[in-house]
């Protein structure tokens, strides 16, 4: 093989490589009592397909690392529960959790949120990626 065919080839295999990388892959259903992971915008759909899923908003009031604060903060979570067309809004909160709606029949936990907020980031609101547990009550 002459030199130039082998970095001919080894470009094309890089490109490849980068190419196959560049999104991560999200699961768009969840099961109940089990963790999952969700994002802004998308629409998840529980495992046996009756049950669908939107989180609209998600508002992360954390306290930065590197910061000084007063509280911890909180997840705060708005989205839209669907079964059988009739929607229902829901509320969640990691800490305050007496503000919280869920839909009858079901509990919500927050689990983790990432990024964690540092000081002096700016983070879009489809960078933060959830993670809940959804359980039947």
């Not at 915008?41 to 306290?63: A, E």
């Not at 909160?93 to 936990?109: C, I």
């Not at 964690?116 to 547990?133: F, S």
């Amino acid at each position: 093989m002459k030199p130039n065919s082998f970095i001919k080839n080894l470009l094309i295999l890089v490109l490849f490589a980068g190419m196959s990388c560049e999104k991560t892959f999200f699961d768009p259903t969840f099961s109940f009592g089990k963790e999952s992971v969700f994002r802004t915008n998308q629409i998840y759909y529980s495992s046996d397909g009756t049950y669908s899923f939107l989180i609209s908003k998600i508002v992360d009031s954390r306290c930065p690392e590197g910061a000084e604060c007063f509280w911890s903060g909180e997840i705060a979570v708005n989205g839209e529960w669907t079964y059988k067309k009739s929607k229902t809004n829901i509320e969640l909160h990691s800490v305050m959790s007496a503000l919280q709606k869920e839909p009858d029949g079901f509990t919500f936990q927050i689990i983790d949120a990432k990024p964690h907020p540092i000081l002096g980031t700016v983070y879009k609101p489809e960078d933060l990626v959830l993670t809940l547990l959804i359980k039947r009550k």
